[in-house]
């Protein structure tokens, strides 16, 4: 049975899936050969390529020049303004889509009459935006200033999102899960005076305490002697917050104010403010391997057009067609801000938002939700499908899944299993999926396929994004043979780029620009993973550079091990990190969750079973020299790996560094005792 599926998933590997015709029939990009054409021209010309995408945007003035490029500085459709609000909401509102849906949410409890559901047509988000802009205004925000949001996911926080937008303010949203420590962290670094919360959000049955978190923080903030003057709650579960005064505010004697009290007197007529094309549209804080957390910044026309631009090409959105786009993400996650709000609403299709737990009450409820809305194309992370192929295929089959046309998933690699379940289990073999590579401080999508051009290769994200000059080069910028590892820069500016880190600009130029040079000096983007190109040109991304394990003087990228490991029918997800070894340097601790009903053991057996499988799979190189079990691995709230921590375990350290991002405390605190072999 093992060695069956093992020889099965390795032909899988080389296996091609060409674009299905139902989708290559309506798509915008139909062949390999239409994209080789415009990926041609779009690196011979990408200021040519991007000012085209723009134009399909509107815009109050329109640019003095594309570009603007003194590395790493890079100024796109300078002397342009224009409003990303105005994009996503004002115009579609004043057209044909008025009444269309632009947000549909659903509530995670369910009551007898099913879950609470809210549809939020493109008139009422202009409304809505527009009230709260005067809110934030009566609250003395002014434009350029930040505005932090942390709030669950309801359809308030993408108002949020874009109120901010529309009267020009940036925006800092705060992931729900995050700790009072951790928000009082980047409360202070981005200087808000103003906090946009609820009194709580629900998760897996149970309220989040988010206005208590923010109390807390707000606390530890005046220790410091920094003070946030508003904070706005919505009450969304109507659990009991504590309520406080500060009479030095400027806005009557209240710090703690209700959403709605505000929203109530609030005038609704409030247009969108133009803004230049670089004006700071959010900051969004993501953390490295090490150190504190970046405030990574993006600004407005740029960011715009590279994720209208990808979110319409990569998913094949479609207004006119009612296509209804469901990404799974949180708004707390780069991906929640590019394609759940900005990127699909700016090309005026339906987003739906869901506020919580894929497996509350059950693990069959993401796929209610789908049929439920009729979801077209359907985005998530590739730790979520492990997840539900853990939980069982039958959970999807009792769910009508025939409107889904595109799957999508981002955020680490996809080991080969998981996208071929995948493809079966959700796509039922005739959806694309598209594996899009791309980080927090790229904006939007930089490698993937287009769904109806791109034979797919389970495992690789593919081929560069229209104006995308991806490479796989060495240390000395040289790029590499195909098949060789090496690290994965970015050759030339592109418009979703971050333009900085907030407060660190020594960070900022020696984390991505100091790293990787070409020819004549001019810096490379260095995106801290390794990656290599197969004979096809097609990209497989390695892991980060940070987790690469070398074992007597080879370097081995962690995800070939794990997907080595994944591909045993009783492993339901493996971690694998190094550790110190006499002999080699460094040896190999593989850290394994078990399938559910796999009906194995975890004992010393199936340790000896999953090192064999390893050496066959990879060779005897790769062989883990521990195997431990384990019920979880820890991760961040965006569902990472966090193998630094697994490093810590591993090598005995009891000190493990800040971990304010991990998903689940307890976590560490069984894997510390999990049975070492
Ligand atoms: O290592 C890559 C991995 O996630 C990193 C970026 O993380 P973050 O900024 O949190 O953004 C995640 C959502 C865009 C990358 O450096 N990563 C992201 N997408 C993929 C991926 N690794 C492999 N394949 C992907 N499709």
Redesign the pocket.
């Given at each position: 049975m093992a060695d069956g599926e093992s020889i099965e998933s390795l032909l899988h590997e080389g296996r091609l899936f060409p674009p299905p015709d139902a989708v290559r029939a309506g798509a915008e990009v139909r062949s390999l050969d239409q994209w080789r054409e415009v990926h041609a021209r779009s690196l011979a010309d990408p200021e040519g390529y991007w000012a085209e995408e723009a134009g399909r945007l509107e815009w109050f003035r329109t640019w003095d020049r594309v570009l603007e490029w003194a590395p790493p500085d890079a100024r796109w459709f300078a002397g342009a303004t224009t409003n990303l609000c105005h994009n996503c909401v004002d115009r579609h509102a004043a057209g044909p889509r008025a009444d269309a849906a632009a947000i549909l949410w659903e509530g995670e409890p369910i009551g007898p009459d099913g879950p609470e559901v809210r549809r939020v047509s493109f008139a009422d988000l202009r409304r809505e935006t527009a009230r709260l802009g005067a809110v934030l205004k009566s609250l003395g925000v002014r434009k350029g200033d930040i505005v932090t949001i942390y709030m669950p996911m309801v359809p308030e926080l993408a108002i949020a999102m874009l109120a901010c937008a529309r009267i020009g303010a940036a925006h800092s949203v705060i992931f729900g899960g995050f700790s009072a420590s951790a928000i009082a962290d980047r409360v202070a670094d981005a200087g808000s005076r103003v906090i946009l919360t609820a009194d709580g959000g629900w998760r897996r049955g149970k309220i989040v305490p988010l206005k208590e978190n923010v109390d807390a923080a707000c606390v530890t903030l005046a220790g410091a002697g920094v003070r946030v003057e508003h904070v706005v709650v919505l009450e969304r579960c109507g659990n009991p917050v504590a309520w406080h005064h500060a009479p030095e505010a400027s806005h009557g004697d209240k710090r703690d104010h209700w959403w709605h009290d505000l929203m109530r007197a609030a005038p609704d007529d409030g247009a969108c403010e133009p803004m230049d094309s670089e004006a700071l549209l959010f900051v969004l804080y993501?953390s490295g391997s090490t150190g504190k957390p970046k405030g990574i910044l993006h600004t407005t026309g740029g960011y715009m057009t590279h994720v209208a631009t990808t979110a319409r090409v990569v998913f094949d959105l479609d207004a006119a067609r009612g296509d209804v786009f469901w990404c799974t993400a949180d708004c707390g996650?780069?991906?929640g801000h590019s394609y759940v709000v900005y990127g699909a609403l700016c090309n005026g299709v339906t987003t739906v938002m869901y506020e919580g737990a894929p497996d509350a009450p059950t693990p069959g409820r993401f796929w209610e939700i789908v049929e439920r809305h009729g979801v077209t194309q359907f985005y998530t992370a590739p730790t979520a499908i492990r997840a539900f192929m853990k939980w069982g295929e039958e959970h999807p089959r009792k769910s009508d899944l025939r409107s889904l046309r595109v799957l999508g998933?981002?955020?680490?690699?996809?080991n080969p299993e998981a996208w071929m379940w995948y493809h079966r289990a959700i796509g039922a073999e005739r959806c694309p999926i598209v594996?899009?590579?791309?980080?927090?401080?790229t904006g939007g999508h930089m490698i993937t396929p287009l769904p109806g051009a791109t034979p797919t290769k389970p495992g690789s994200?593919t081929l560069p994004f229209f104006g995308v000059d991806a490479a796989i080069v060495n240390e000395q910028g040289r790029e590499m043979p195909a098949n060789q590892g090496g690290l994965l820069a970015i050759r030339r500016p592109w418009p979703g780029m971050l333009r900085g880190v907030l407060n660190d600009r020594e960070r900022f130029v020696q984390t991505y620009w100091s790293r990787i040079k070409g020819p004549d000096g001019e810096p490379y983007y260095f995106?801290?993973?390794g990656a290599r190109r197969d004979e096809d040109g097609y990209f497989w991304?390695m892991?980060?550079v940070d987790d690469v394990i070398n074992v007597s003087g080879h370097r081995l990228g962690t995800m070939e091990v794990e997907s080595a490991l994944v591909s045993h029918p009783a492993v339901a997800e493996a971690a694998v990190v190094s550790m110190p070894h006499e002999i080699k340097g460094a040896g190999i601790a593989a850290f394994v969750t078990l399938r559910e009903g796999a009906g194995v053991s975890a004992d010393e057996a199936l340790r000896e079973t999953l090192r064999s499988h390893v050496v066959k799979e990879i060779g005897a190189i790769a062989r883990p020299d521990v195997v431990r079990f384990t019920k979880s691995l820890p991760k961040t709230r965006?569902g990472?790996i966090m193998r630094r921590l697994l490093r810590a375990i591993a090598e005995g350290r009891e000190h493990v560094g800040d971990t304010t991002t991990l998903e689940d405390y307890a976590v560490l605190a069984k894997l510390r005792e999990s049975d070492e072999g």
């Open positions: 993501t996650w780069v991906t998933t981002v955020g680490e690699p996809i594996d899009t590579w791309w980080q927090t401080e994200c995106a801290g993973d991304i892991g980060r965006s990472k």
